[in-house]
């Protein structure tokens, strides 16, 4: 049961993998954690690096799912009010990416 679950989590995953902004933002993280390798940044550097890295994924995820749902429903009259929620979803990652760069310029800036 708790296997065919986390089937259907990496299934989602690969899913995502498909989108061009989501690739992206794996590869600023990959980018980042080289970044955060080659300064040796402390623990506690590394705990607020992880949680945006996870929080500007996450969000990406959802917003992805949001966009494939609002996608089944968007014929018709409702199709302004469907872009209105698609553009709301990814206003939240926008905020999420804008405050892990401003975290990560914190973070690096004064190692340079």
Not at 32 to 41: A, P, R, T
Not at 46 to 62: D, F, M, N
Not at 70 to 92: N, P, Q, R, T, V
């Given at each position: 049961?708790?296997?065919?679950?986390f089937?259907?989590?990496?299934?989602?995953?690969?899913?995502?993998?498909?989108?061009s902004?989501?690739?992206?933002?794996?590869?600023?993280?990959?980018?980042?954690?080289?970044?955060?390798?080659?300064?040796?940044?402390?623990?506690?550097?590394?705990?607020?690096?992880?949680?945006?890295?996870?929080?500007?994924?996450?969000?990406?995820?959802?917003?992805?799912?949001?966009?494939?749902a609002?996608?089944?429903?968007?014929?018709?009259?409702?199709?302004?009010?469907?872009?209105?929620?698609?553009?709301?979803?990814a206003?939240?990652?926008?905020?999420?990416?804008?405050?892990?760069?401003?975290?990560?310029?914190?973070i690096?800036?004064?190692?340079?």
């Amino acid at each position: 049961m708790i296997l065919k679950k986390f089937s259907y989590a990496l299934k989602g995953l690969k899913e995502c993998l498909k989108q061009s902004t989501f690739l992206f933002m794996v590869v600023i993280a990959i980018s980042v954690i080289f970044l955060g390798i080659q300064f040796n940044i402390s623990y506690i550097e590394w705990a607020i690096i992880t949680l945006c890295i996870i929080a500007c994924l996450g969000s990406e995820a959802i917003n992805t799912s949001i966009e494939k749902a609002c996608d089944i429903f968007s014929s018709g009259w409702i199709l302004s009010e469907i872009g209105i929620i698609k553009d709301i979803a990814a206003g939240a990652v926008f905020i999420f990416s804008i405050g892990s760069a401003i975290i990560g310029l914190l973070i690096f800036i004064p190692k340079f």
